[in-house]
């Protein structure tokens, strides 16, 4: 019996710049995103009816009917398997728990089956392209074009969600201006680690300041992220609430996360690699 499993890598969205918004209401986005060396888990097994089970330590509340994306991109595969998630990720986060999910759903089912993943992963979610590439991309349109970047650092990142899930609509729906600037086209090249944090630090995430608008405690996990020693910047990831800092070395993210766990019982925290695959 063939048994796949695939890693659901969390997403994040180093820059994400709006740069307007179509007819339709969707925003047209312009992006560096890269992956956690830490996320959710999918395991498949053949079956003869489709059954979703969701454990782990994030699985309070995670729909395990038709409204889960793991069971949309089943459908989308069109194999019947015995389908486990295991979640380690808040849900509404930001940082692409349930489209990543989706993109590991895909890739594990299509492997279990032998068959390719199907054009349209659109239709799931507008991160379910970028999760599927899995590796650090430029993702511009809706969420559609997504470009490889081979030129992206690994980085030493804490991630912190002080507990309150986000509206992704109800952020976008609070943005002042919807045509920011792009990012540089072609974007620079990054010889080092520091020429890469140095431009990172002049890019944004546009929909931090109206994330913290809605969840004023985004603004003091931000400013509790700078205070821990060997912080080089703190940014929103997505829609929120999920903030990350990037740290010089792994011993310091190690040390933040600990010490932010320890003051803020209430908060996740979690220490990880980004981009390291
Ligand atoms: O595609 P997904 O279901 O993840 O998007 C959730 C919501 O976020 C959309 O309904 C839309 O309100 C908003 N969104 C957007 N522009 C995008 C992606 C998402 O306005 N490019």
Not at 53 to 62: C, F, I, K, L, R
Not at 141 to 158: M, N, Q, S, W
Not at 226 to 246: K, N, V
Request: proline residues 7%; glycine residues 10%; aromatic residues 6%.
């Amino acid at each position: 019996m063939t048994v796949v499993e695939a890693r659901a890598s969390a997403k994040i969205n180093l820059t994400l710049h709006v740069t307007g918004r179509r007819d339709d209401g969707y925003h047209l986005l312009d992006s560096l995103v890269v992956f956690a060396d830490f996320g959710d888990r999918i395991t498949v097994r053949p079956a003869t009816a489709t059954r979703l089970t969701v454990t782990g330590p994030m699985a309070a509340g995670v729909p395990v009917d038709a409204g889960n994306l793991v069971l949309k991109a089943a459908a989308l595969i069109g194999v019947s398997a015995d389908i486990m998630l295991e979640k380690y990720l808040p849900a509404a986060a930001g940082i692409g728990g349930g489209s990543s999910d989706a993109a590991a759903t895909l890739r594990a089912l299509s492997e279990m089956a032998g068959v390719a993943v199907p054009c349209d992963v659109l239709s799931l979610g507008a991160d379910v392209p970028v999760c599927l590439a899995g590796g650090a991309a430029w993702m511009r349109g809706i969420g559609e074009d997504v470009t490889p970047l081979a030129g992206v650092p690994p980085l030493y990142a804490v991630l912190v969600n002080p507990g309150v899930a986000v509206a992704t609509p109800e952020i976008f729906a609070g943005l002042t201006t919807r045509d920011n600037p792009a990012m540089p086209e072609p974007l620079p090249t990054w010889p080092e680690t520091s020429d890469f944090m140095a431009w990172l630090a002049t890019q944004r995430n546009d929909l931090q300041a109206p994330a913290i608008a809605k969840e004023p405690i985004i603004a003091e996990v931000l400013a509790t992220l700078l205070d821990t020693p060997g912080c080089q910047l703190a940014r929103m990831s997505g829609s929120g609430a999920t903030c990350f800092g990037l740290y010089d070395s792994a011993e310091r993210a190690s040390a933040a996360a600990g010490r932010l766990a320890q003051d803020r019982p209430g908060w996740w925290v979690v220490a990880t690699r980004l981009n390291a695959a």
